[in-house]
């Protein structure tokens, strides 16, 4: 296993309600072709980790200017267990006074979606999603958002985001 990290950004859109940058990778025959998550990926070695590497690859990924936006680095989410592809997965949380810009890169990201946390908290939908991938029946839960689902890790990550920022149980 080795180490990767994803950045969770919350950020105002121009009503002040707060979003999260999410990306969709590209189609091919990659491990997560096709799939909707957070900017991220592989610890290089010259990072400061995990901060570093989140921050480097929404650069690379969503083209974020952490400095035009403002970001500050909180802390950081339950590491998750991302064996599929082989990566620990360290979610950095951080905030951006302003509503940033985003480009996708081409190689990386097919497209970029600007999310509102609401889609993420406690009281949100999920669809259960019952399906084949490559030979395996499974079964798992998903957030519809724009005309995707939001499953697997990233949707792991986004429900602890939910538990943090949600109501307090009754």
Partial sequence: MRDAAALILLYPDHRGEAHVVLQVRPSGDHIHAGQVALPGGKREPEDHFPEGTALREAAEEVGLDATAAGVTTMGV????????????????????????????????????????????????????????????????????VAGYRVWGATGRVLAQLGAVLGPEPA
Avoid at 89 to 97: N, Q, R
Avoid at 118 to 135: N, Q, S, T, Y
């Fill in 77 to 144: 989410l339950e590491t998750v267990d991302v064996r599929v592809s082989g990566f620990w997965m360290v979610p950095v949380l951080a905030v951006a006074e302003r509503t940033p810009t985003f480009v996708a890169d081409p190689i990386e990201t097919a497209a970029v979606l600007t999310v509102p946390v609401r889609h993420f908290l406690p009281d949100a939908p999920v669809e259960i999603v019952d399906e084949e991938r490559d030979g395996w029946a499974l079964r798992y839960g998903a957030y519809p």
